[in-house]
């Protein structure tokens, strides 16, 4: 029925988000409300098809955007080689298109992150993840400060089912699926860590969340040694 309100549901979806037709309307976020807008817009400048379009606002206040069919998993996963690599390969292309964001230069960083591209986050189409979605936690800053979050989401680092031989080659997938220069992974490997602590103190103490990226990191730490190295310098340039 034209006009029909649909929820939507699955991965980290929040409340009140509806389909109709062919968009998408979903409540204004809180905080920056022109930055998630402003990016999607000059996303659609810089011809990045990874994303959805900002179509403008409703009559009820809600945010416009076009729909982007597709699945959207509900967790992580165990994903294949080339799962990993479509879906580096998609972060890499939103960085470089970012790169000239006016935020991205006022405050001189390297990008805008998007700060939570994992599974969840991501429009699966064919098998293959196409699109990523939910830019509230947008911020400029350093690739690998995303990159080492995705790899923590994607590679579900810190699941005991893997081994660190087998975590430490698919590193190498995801770091080859970005186009990172030789020895990216161990770089990767430090920022997911980095990553896994700080959401660790940043969660609530003693939370689900907070206990389950406190063992991930643990994990990381033990299985990864070898990977890991004394700083994060940046090795994109």
């Known amino acids: 029925m034209p006009g029909e309100e649909i929820p939507l549901t699955g991965g980290r979806v929040i409340a009140d988000i509806v389909r109709i037709g062919d968009t998408v309307r979903r409540p204004v976020p809180s905080g920056d409300r022109s930055l998630a ?10 011809h990045f098809i990874g994303a959805p379009r900002y179509l403008g606002i409703d009559d009820k206040g809600r945010e416009i955007l076009t729909y982007l069919p597709g699945d959207v998993p509900v967790d992580l996963a165990n994903f294949d080689d080339r799962r990993i ?64 979050y995705s790899a923590f ?7 005991p089912d893997y081994t660190g031989e087998e975590q430490a080659r698919r590193l190498g997938v995801f770091a080859g699926g970005y186009g990172s220069r030789h020895g990216a992974a161990a ?10 602590t700080d959401l660790a103190a940043s969660a609530e103490a003693g939370c689900q969340q907070a206990l389950w990226a406190d063992a991930c990191a643990s994990w990381t730490r033990d299985n990864l040694a070898g990977l890991l190295l004394p700083d994060g310098s940046s090795v994109y340039r």
């Open 37 to 46: 807008r402003d990016l999607l817009i000059h996303l659609e400048k810089r």
């Open 85 to 148: 690599s479509a879906a580096a390969a998609l972060l890499r292309r939103f960085h470089d298109a970012t790169m000239d964001f006016p935020l991205v230069r006022e405050q001189d960083a390297e990008v805008m992150c998007h700060n939570d591209f994992g599974p969840p986050n991501t429009v699966f189409r064919h098998g293959l993840p196409c699109a990523m979605i939910d830019f509230d936690t947008l911020a400029p800053g350093e690739r690998l400060w995303d990159t080492g």
């Open 153 to 159: 989401m994607w590679l579900d680092l810190g699941n």
């Open 187 to 196: 770089q990767i490997a430090t920022f997911a860590l980095a990553r896994q």
